[in-house]
Nanobody, 119 residues
Framework: QVHLVESGGGSVQAGGSLKLSCTDG?????????MAWHRQAPGKERELVAN???????TYVDSVKGRFTISRDNAKNTLYLQMNSLKTEDTAVYYC????????????WGQGTQVTVAS
């Protein structure tokens, strides 16, 4: 079955970079579904950070445009989020998600990876 696992989180100072990865051992979601990164900061609601469609088309929340890049390697069953110029407000748990249905939420979610940006 689908099992999304995030990695690459950690602590970094403001202005630094991190690269998150998300893998699916089943291989089901890659080449079949769009995928996305969400995040949830302490005391705040979960928000969509970036998504990438099956054809590679990407979208980003305004706050990360120009700093974050979402990409996917279907052959490796891996989704990436390259995060540059990190800010303290980027601190959150980041979640991988896949296979959004029309007018419905994403079908599959990872357990999250913590990103902490220190001033």
């Amino acid at each position: 079955q689908v099992h999304l696992v995030e990695s690459g989180g950690g602590s970094v100072q403001a202005g630094g970079s991190l690269k998150l990865s998300c893998t699916d051992g089943s291989g089901y979601v890659f080449s079949r579904c769009g995928m996305a990164w969400h995040r949830q900061a302490p005391g705040k609601e979960r928000e969509l950070v970036a998504n990438i469609d099956k054809d590679g088309t990407t979208t980003y929340v305004d706050s990360v445009k120009g700093r974050f890049t979402i990409s996917r390697d279907n052959a490796k069953n891996t989704l990436y989020l390259q995060m540059n110029s990190l800010k303290t407000e980027d601190t959150a748990v980041y979640y991988c998600a896949a296979c959004k249905r029309p007018n419905v939420n994403y079908s599959f979610w990872g357990q999250g990876t913590q990103v902490t940006v220190a001033s």
